[in-house]
């Protein structure tokens, strides 16, 4: 039973268009985050929730939006795709409000590849 | 700023052999948390190993342990009898009250397993 899990696993779209990526854990953790990680594996939190909180909020351009409609699910919708959003876009929980002090436990990972 | 630095982008080791990974970071605080994360090709991040800064002891765990050096500022990820299953991106991070307890992510050591 996939405790962090993603979808789409892999995503493959044009410039401009809009996509969602949805994630969900059923740790019962209160913390949920985005990271995106880019062709050199270089790892940057984008967002971060507790109890459906927005506690980080890094400094990504504003098409990207997440959504937590509940503490077990945070989704990340990107407007106007650009070819700089190709990357793998990582889910992850945590049991503590902040992620450098736990353990963090990671989804699969969502490759997304701009056209 | 703080920082953390992996100095090596790829190592190689002989199966069964050991390898030592190193990790160098930056901060003024005293207490604080370590980890290293591992991202096999499957691209799952999991945790390896956490160190609490106050712990003189060097976390271990089956065969990973760490030589934790606070005042050099160093924390080393040493594996045992390394197994084809090792290879991997490691990544090593710390969080620290400052800022938030944020994770700080080194660019990670690409590790191959020779067998």
């Known amino acids: 039973d996939t405790a962090v899990s993603q979808t789409p696993k892999y995503l493959v779209t044009q410039m401009g268009n809009d996509k969602s990526i949805k994630c969900e854990q059923n740790?019962?953790?209160?913390?949920m985050y985005w990271y995106k990680q880019d062709s050199k594996k270089f790892l940057k939190i984008m967002f971060s929730y507790n109890n459906k909180e927005l506690i980080i909020n890094e400094t990504v351009p504003n098409r990207f939006s997440p959504k937590s409609p509940d503490k077990a699910h945070l989704n990340l919708h990107i407007n106007s795709l650009e070819l700089g959003d190709s990357a793998v876009y990582f889910c992850?929980?945590?049991?503590?409000?902040?992620?450098?002090?736990?353990?963090?436990?990671f989804g699969e990972g969502s490759r997304l590849t701009v056209l | 700023a703080q920082t953390v630095t992996q100095s090596q982008p790829e190592m190689s080791v002989q199966e069964a052999e050991t390898v030592t990974l190193s990790c160098t970071y930056d901060t003024s605080e005293s207490d604080y948390y370590l980890f290293w994360y591992k991202q096999p090709p499957s691209r799952q991040m999991i945790l390896v190993i956490r160190q609490e800064a106050y712990k003189q002891q060097n976390a271990t765990e089956n065969r990973f342990s760490v030589n934790f050096q606070k005042a050099a500022k160093s924390f080393s990820l040493k594996i045992s009898d390394s197994q084809l299953g090792d290879a991997a991106m490691y990544f090593c991070?710390?969080?620290?009250?400052?800022?938030?307890?944020?994770?700080?992510w080194g660019a990670g050591t690409k590790l191959i397993i020779k067998p």
């Open positions: 740790l019962g953790h209160d913390t």
């Open positions: 991070a710390f969080g620290e009250p400052d800022s938030n307890y944020q994770l700080i």
């Open positions: 992850a929980s945590s049991q503590d409000r902040w992620q450098g002090v736990g353990e963090l436990f």
